[in-house]
Structure formats: C-alpha cells, structure tokens
C-alpha cells in the first residue's frame, strides 16, 4: 500500500501540511496533511481546543485500517480514516471518535444528465455516482468499526460541521 501521509494534489480543494502549535497533543506521524478547508479548520480546532486530549490524522495503527469491499471493483479493500480524537466530555469521561471529512458534493448523488449530453458528461456522471456510493460503502464500514471497537464514529461535510462535537 502506497504511503497515505504524502501531499497529492485534490482538485478544487486546498490542500497543505498542518504544524500544531500544541505538539504534545499531536500523537501520530507526521507530516499531518489535511486536504480542504475543512480539515484544516478541524485541525485547528483539535490543537487548540482543552477538550481534545490527544488527536492524530490517518490512524494507521491498529486496530485500522478499516476493511470494506469495494462496490465498484468487486475486491476487499482497506482505508484510513480523517481524523481518531481522544476528548472528555462533560462528565470527565473520555471518548474516542474516529472522524471523516468529506467535500459534501461527495455525498449526493448528481443530477442524471441530459439524454443528448455529450460522452463526457455521461462518464463524469458515471464517475462521480461510483466515487459516491465508494464513499457511502466506507461510511457503512466505519460505523461497524467504530460500533465493534467501542468507538464513536461522526462524518462531517461543510453544511454540517460545527465543533459541537466537543460538548
């Protein structure tokens, strides 16, 4: 398997590598890469937010990576989730999240095109529903990972992002 904690270029996205301010609370590899504006808000607010007691970016020690089988491929596969945070809550008690950032575009199906839209339409159609239901097949792993590991799973998009997470 390739080497996830490299910088690949994401399209629209931006991309870039995180320094932590609080490095004792960083507890994976580095480089920590986030790869839109959004995970880098989330790596913000896990350096400097008290709640967060320890976070890494693309666990990838056991018991990850997650195993699903790959819907468009027909084959086992593996991933590596955004973010696993360690935080107490309100009570004292400390839970353990595993966090996936994801562009919401990703998350909904698009429109079915034109019946006279051109061949490239139609396989950027076909492209982006696979991309969507890889990603929906991923989540459904997750959530099993997280229910068997004692785990809490949360998936954040722009439109539904806040730090409440933290409360």
Known sequence: ??????????GPYQNGKFIPINKEKYVGEYPIIYRSSLEL????????????LYWTS????????????HP???????????YLIYKRDQNGNIQ???IEIKPEALTLMPPKPANNATLKTRRNYVKRCQMILVNLTKKEAAEKFAAHYGLVYMFFHERNFSDSFLY
């Open 58 to 69: 693309e666990p990838n020690k056991s018991p990850f990576p997650i195993r699903y089988h």
């Open 41 to 52: 808000r989330f790596c913000k607010i896990c350096d400097e937010n008290s709640s967060i």
């Open 72 to 82: 468009v491929e027909d084959r086992p596969a593996s991933y590596y989730p955004d």
């Open 1 to 10: 398997m390739g080497d996830i904690k490299t910088l690949k270029p994401s």
């Open 96 to 98: 353990k999240l595993i």
